[in-house]
């Protein structure tokens, strides 16, 4: 059974910095790509980076571009969101979620999320 | 205003067959996959669709996904009350470097 477990989530003000985890269990990791989704409070899913099986594809959406950093340690089974120079539209559930082959394509199974606050 | 865009609500009763639109251009889901999710209330998403119209396992067959150019539909035949959620839609979007882009979601009522 696939599991992916965020954490890192939490209370932050303007400007700062903020690292996400995901650790992965269930599968093969290193076979799969891997993607981060958020979901402002009341809001719809919007996809915020994704990362091919060897770091060799790495895609960003327009709003986070240059603040945001994706990557993974295949070796841990983990996937991570570097945050940099948060705002308050930042606020929202992160999602880790696994692509359906190695390459970019889109989700398939979903974390629960992890929550991220941008507040002074 | 999201990239991909669906209607904003949806209703029908138990047993009808609803669907759910989901319309974009030429460089997201006129030339690559387009994927549906369900998201029931305080819940994760969960897929639906993926490719166009393949059902992964454990998700019933009233749920099909079609599309047609730049624009596709997920079907629910036999609507059912714990159908009610919020569906979106997804694809690749293949301008500047590429990047993921979902529809601003369509609230379903079972009346």
């Known amino acids: 059974e696939v599991q992916l477990v965020e954490s890192g989530g939490g209370l932050v003000q303007p400007g700062r910095s903020l690292r996400l985890s995901c650790a992965a269990s269930g599968f093969t990791f290193d076979d799969y790509a891997m993607h981060w989704v958020r979901q402002a409070p009341g809001k719809g899913l919007e996809w915020v980076s994704g990362i091919s099986w060897n770091s060799g594809s790495i895609g960003y959406a327009d709003s986070v571009k240059g603040r945001f950093t994706i990557s993974r340690d295949n070796a841990k089974n983990s996937l991570y969101l570097q945050m940099n120079s948060l705002r308050a539209e930042d606020t929202a559930l992160y999602y880790c979620a696994k692509d359906t082959h190695d390459s970019l394509e889109l989700p398939v199974d979903w974390g629960q999320g992890t929550l991220v606050t941008v507040s002074s | 205003q999201s990239v991909l865009t669906q209607p904003p609500s949806a209703s029908g009763t138990p047993g009808q067959r609803v669907t759910i639109s989901c319309s974009g251009s030429s460089s997201n889901i006129g030339s690559n996959y387009v994927y549906w999710y369900q ?73």
């Open chain 2, 39 to 111: 998201q029931l209330p305080g819940t994760a998403p969960k897929l639906l669709i993926y490719r166009n119209n393949q059902r992964p396992s454990g998700v019933p067959d009233r749920f099909s996904g079609s599309k047609s150019g730049t624009s596709a539909s997920l079907a629910i035949s036999g609507l059912r009350s714990e159908d009610e959620a919020d569906y979106y839609c997804a694809a690749w979007d293949d301008s500047l470097s590429g990047a993921g882009v979902f529809g601003g979601g369509t609230k379903l009522t079972v009346l």
